[in-house]
């Protein structure tokens, strides 16, 4: 499904922005790397939507729109699935070189989006707060975190299993070597075999 721009966009823009800034911005910390992106901005291209979204950047803030008369410092093509890999940095390379995401013009400015994301702390229940309570966004969060510690708990179990039955399978199956020198001696047997049977026949024809 295609979004295109409609009424739509400006709650899509806001909502981006609200998010992207109450991660951004509210870490002291990051600092720093926050001013490495002032006076940026970064045109986003998803194959999703007929409409880009313009990140620009100043000290304090990120605003999100819809529509830019200036030029992007930095244009970035892709899909909203390759888009939310991109919180781990070490992702950007690989995805680049995939072809899933194209980088146009100053690609230190995605660099740097990237590698702020990744330093930045992601805790839903503070970004649900202020729409359903701290309460309410309490336990989703921890739904969340707990839902997410079961998948992976499960993951590496699946693949604990997986290693124990491949080595138990390994150590079932003959080796080459084992299969050769079997079937060496199934023929070593077999001329002996034969070479008793025509002693055997030479021995009653003489008799």
């Known amino acids: 499904m295609l979004l295109k721009p409609t009424l739509l966009s400006p709650l899509i823009t806001a ?3 609200t998010s992207l800034n109450s991660v951004l911005f509210r870490d002291k910390s990051l600092k720093a790397a926050r001013l490495r992106l002032a006076g940026k901005v970064l045109r986003i291209e998803l194959r999703e939507m007929s409409f880009p979204l313009l990140l620009v950047f100043s000290e304090r803030q990120v605003d999100v729109l819809s529509r830019w008369d200036g030029d992007a410092d930095c244009i970035v093509k892709t899909d909203v699935a390759v888009l939310v890999k991109l919180r781990d940095r070490q992702q950007l390379s690989s995805l680049m070189r995939s072809g899933e995401l194209i980088v146009e013009d100053d690609i230190q400015v995605v660099q740097q989006l990237v590698t702020l994301l990744d330093l930045a702390e992601w805790e839903p229940a503070e970004w649900l707060a202020p729409y359903i309570g701290d309460i309410a966004a309490e336990t ?6 707990k839902s997410s510690r079961f998948l992976s708990n499960q993951l590496q179990q699946q693949q604990n299993y997986l290693a124990e039955a491949i080595t138990e399978e390994w150590k079932m199956a003959p080796a080459p070597l084992e299969i050769v020198w079997f079937n060496e001696e199934v023929d070593a047997t077999a001329r002996a075999t034969e070479a008793l049977t025509t002693r055997l026949v030479t021995m009653e024809t003489k008799q």
Do not use: T
């Open 15 to 17: 909502a981006i922005e």
């Open 140 to 145: 989703i969060g921890q739904v969340v975190q």
